[in-house]
C-alpha cells in the first residue's frame, strides 16, 4: 500500500456521532452485530468523562475499488438507510456504537448484563461522585431501567427515581443523553436550585460541567482513513490484523519501566531468567497435576499480582490517615485500581510480595479443598485476588476449622450471588476490608450480605462459561458424587485420571426425541459431573436403558448391582426412581429442590423462590459459546 494512502486525522466526537446519525458514517454490512454489555459501556463513558484515551477508528472512504455493502449504525434512524455514505467504520464499530445509543440517539439502550440477560438501560452521571477524587470514575456512570426507577428489595422498594428532570435535578444525576447539550438541562437545574441557600450545588454543577462535560464536547478521536483507491488486497490485510477488542493499558509494563529507575528489574521477578524460576512459573507449577500443563493459580496475572500489593499498601496509607486524625473523604480509598498500582512504590512492593505469593499458593489450596483443580472450572479468576490477599492477611488462621467454614461460605456467596463478574475492584477490596473483620467476629461482610439466590435461576443455568454453573459441579464433587459406572468419588486423582467433566442425565439425543427444548434439558439441573468413559457407555438412550447396561456390564465393565448403582445416582442428588422411570418432568423439579439445598448449604443464606422475575430476558449462546463438545454424543 503506498505511503499516501492513508492519513491520521483527529475528529470531534460528537461530529462522528452525528455522521452516524446521518448515515455519512457507516458499517461494512459483514460487521458483527452490536453485542457490548453494560459494563463496558460505563467504561467507555468513564473513559471520555476523564479525557482519556479509547483508541483509534479505522475508516474506509467509498467509491474505490473495495464496493462493501454499508450498513448503518444500530440504532440510527430510517433516514441513515436511504443516505450514501462516504466511509465506512472498519475498527470501532462497538465503541461508535455503544456511544452513538447512549449519549446522541435519545432512545433507551438495549444491551446486556454481565449476568447475560437483556435489559434496557438509561445511562447517568453521579454529579457528585466525579467530583470527588477518591471515587472511581466507573463508579460514577450509573446505568438505570427504562422506566428510570432503580428498585431494591425484588421491585418492591424505591432505591432512586429518575423519571422526571425533576428527579434528576434534586439527585444531582446528569442524564448522558444530554453530554454534548447541557443549556436546557442546566436552566431546569439552576431554577429547581434557585436562591442563595443553593449556591453551592450551582457551583458544584458548574465544576461538573468543567470538569467533565466539557471533556466530551471537546473529545477528538484520532481516525485512520484509508483512501478510496487502496486495493481489495491492503484492506483485507488491514481488517484482518486490527484489534477489534481493544487493549487494556497494561499497567505492569508501567510499573517495570517506574521500578527499572530504581535499579529494579520487576519483570525478572515475573519472568524469571535462564538461571531462576519465576513468579509466573512457580504459580503455574503449583498443586501442578502430573498429567496436567499447569496448576490452579496459573492464570493469575502480574497485574493480579500486584493489584493484590495495592490493596496492603493503601491499607497501610488509610490506617496511618486513621491515626493521624483524618475522617471521611479525606481518608485514602483502599484500592488495586489500576491508578494504585501506577502509584504503588517500589518499596511497598518489596515489603508485601513474600507475603502475598504465599497467599496465592493458599489460594491454590483452598480451591483444591472445594474440588476446583482446573482453571476452566474456576468459577471466577477475578475471585482469586482476594481470596489470597485475606489469605496473606490472615496466615495461618485459615487453618481453624471457624474460620475456613467463613471463607467457604464467603467464597459460594461471590459465587453464586454472580458478584465477581464484571467491574469488580470496589467489590475486591471491601472483600479485603470486611472478610478478616468478620473471621475476627465482626459484621457480615456485603458480599454475603448482598448474595440473593434465585430459584428459578438454576433453569436458566445452560451456559459452561457461567459461574454458579461451574459452582453446582464443584459443589457435587465436594458432596461426594460417585461415578454411576465406576463408583469412584472425584477426588483429585480420579478427576484428572477419568477426564471428569459436567454431561447430561438425561441425554440431549433421547430428549430431543421427545420434544424437550434445549433451553430445558441443557439446564445445570439436568447435568452432573461424569468421566469420559461413563459419558461413552451412557449414549444417547433413555436412562432407563443405559441403567440396564451398565448393570449388565461388558467385556470392558464388570457388571453393577443394581442397589449400588442407585446408591451412585443418589450421590448426585438425583431421585433414582424417578431417573429409572424415565421421568423427565417430575425429575427436573425433584432435583431442582435438592441442588436448591445444596447451594443453601453452600452459602448459607436462604433461596428467594418468590415470584418477583429478575430483570431482563436470557441471550440464547452463539456458536463460539455452546457447549458442542460438553454434550452427551450418541454412541
Keep these: 500500500m503506498a505511503g499516501s494512502a492513508f492519513q491520521t486525522n483527529p475528529i470531534d466526537l460528537d461530529a462522528l456521532l452525528d455522521d452516524c446519525e446521518s448515515g455519512v458514517l457507516q458499517l461494512p454490512d459483514f460487521q458483527r452485530s452490536w453485542v457490548w454489555d453494560e459494563d463496558r459501556i460505563k467504561s467507555l463513558l468513564a473513559s471520555i468523562s476523564r479525557a482519556f484515551p479509547i483508541g483509534a477508528l479505522m475508516s474506509l472512504s467509498t467509491g474505490g475499488p473495495v464496493d462493501f455493502k454499508p450498513r448503518p449504525v444500530e440504532g440510527s434512524p430510517s433516514r441513515a438507510k436511504e443516505a450514501t455514505p462516504q466511509s465506512l467504520l472498519l475498527d470501532g464499530q462497538q465503541r461508535m456504537t455503544s456511544l452513538y445509543q447512549a449519549t446522541i440517539r435519545g432512545k433507551v439502550v438495549e444491551t446486556v448484563t454481565p449476568k447475560k440477560k437483556k435489559v434496557k438501560r438509561w445511562f447517568y452521571i453521579d454529579i457528585r461522585k466525579t467530583l470527588d477524587p477518591s471515587v472511581d470514575r466507573e463508579e460514577a456512570i450509573v446505568g438505570v431501567p427504562e422506566d428510570r426507577v432503580i428498585r431494591t428489595d425484588f421491585g418492591r422498594e424505591t432505591h432512586l427515581d429518575l423519571s422526571s428532570p425533576e428527579l434528576e435535578y434534586a439527585a444531582l444525576m446528569y442524564p448522558v443523553s444530554q453530554v454534548f447539550d447541557w443549556d436546557k438541562w442546566q436552566d431546569g437545574f439552576d431554577q429547581h436550585w434557585r436562591g442563595d441557600q443553593n449556591e453551592k450545588v450551582r457551583d458544584e454543577f458548574r465544576a461538573f460541567k468543567r470538569q467533565v462535560l466539557e471533556n466530551f464536547k471537546y473529545y477528538r478521536v484520532p481516525v485512520i482513513t484509508l483512501d478510496r483507491s487502496t486495493s481489495k488486497e491492503a484492506v483485507c490485510v488491514v481488517f484482518e490484523k486490527v484489534n477489534t477488542g481493544g487493549k487494556a493499558l497494561d499497567a505492569f509494563e508501567l510499573v517495570t519501566a517506574m521500578y527499572a529507575a530504581s535499579g529494579h528489574e520487576l519483570r525478572k521477578d515475573w519472568y524469571g531468567d535462564d538461571g531462576t524460576k519465576g513468579r509466573h512459573r512457580r504459580f503455574k507449577e503449583t498443586l501442578r497435576p ?73 489460594a491454590a489450596k483452598f480451591l483444591h479443598m472445594l474440588h476446583i483443580y482446573r482453571i476452566f472450572d474456576l468459577p471466577y479468576q477475578s475471585q482469586i485476588v482476594p481470596l489470597a490477599a485475606i489469605l496473606s492477611e490472615i496466615g495461618d488462621a485459615w487453618e481453624h476449622e471457624a474460620n475456613r467454614a467463613k471463607l467457604v461460605s464467603w467464597y459460594w456467596n461471590g459465587v453464586f450471588g454472580e458478584l465477581y463478574g464484571s467491574a469488580v475492584e470496589t467489590r475486591i477490596a471491601r472483600d479485603f476490608m470486611e472478610v478478616p473483620v468478620w473471621l475476627a467476629g465482626g459484621p457480615e461482610p456485603s458480599t454475603v450480605r448482598e448474595t440473593i439466590f434465585r430459584a428459578d435461576r438454576l433453569k436458566t443455568m445452560r451456559m459452561r462459561l457461567s459461574a454458579a454453573y461451574k459452582g453446582i459441579n464443584a459443589l457435587l464433587m465436594k458432596e461426594g458424587a460417585k461415578d454411576f459406572r465406576s463408583g469412584q468419588r472425584f477426588d483429585h486423582t480420579v478427576f484428572f485420571g477419568e477426564n471428569v467433566d459436567i454431561h447430561h442425565i438425561f441425554p440431549q439425543d433421547w430428549c430431543k426425541k421427545h420434544g424437550i427444548k434445549p433451553g430445558v434439558y441443557d439446564s445445570i439441573i439436568n447435568k452432573t459431573p461424569l468421566s469420559y468413559r461413563t459419558n461413552r457407555i451412557i449414549g444417547g438412550v433413555a436412562p432407563s436403558e443405559y441403567l440396564a447396561k451398565l448393570e449388565r456390564g461388558d467385556g470392558a465393565t464388570p457388571p453393577i448391582d443394581a442397589a449400588r448403582l442407585d446408591i451412585y445416582l443418589t450421590s448426585h442428588l438425583t431421585d433414582s426412581l424417578l431417573v429409572r422411570a424415565d421421568n423427565f418432568g417430575a425429575f427436573m423439579e425433584d432435583r431442582q429442590n435438592r441442588l436448591l439445598a445444596l447451594i443453601e448449604q453452600a452459602t448459607g443464606k436462604p433461596i428467594y423462590r418468590g415470584d418477583a422475575k429478575e430483570e431482563g430476558e436470557d441471550v440464547d449462546g452463539d456458536e463460539d459459546t455452546v457447549e458442542a463438545e460438553l454434550t452427551i454424543a450418541s454412541t
Design 290 to 362: 502430573a498429567d496436567s500443563d499447569a496448576g490452579i493459580i496459573a492464570a493469575v496475572s502480574n497485574t493480579d499480582f500486584l493489584q493484590a500489593i495495592s490493596l496492603f499498601h493503601t491499607r497501610d496509607r488509610r490506617r496511618a490517615a486513621e491515626a493521624a486524625g483524618k475522617q471521611g473523604k479525606e481518608l485514602p480509598a483502599v484500592s488495586g485500581n489500576r491508578q494504585a498500582l501506577l502509584n504503588l512504590p517500589l518499596d511497598a512492593y518489596k515489603r508485601y510480595e513474600a507475603q502475598v505469593e504465599n497467599g496465592f499458593v493458599r
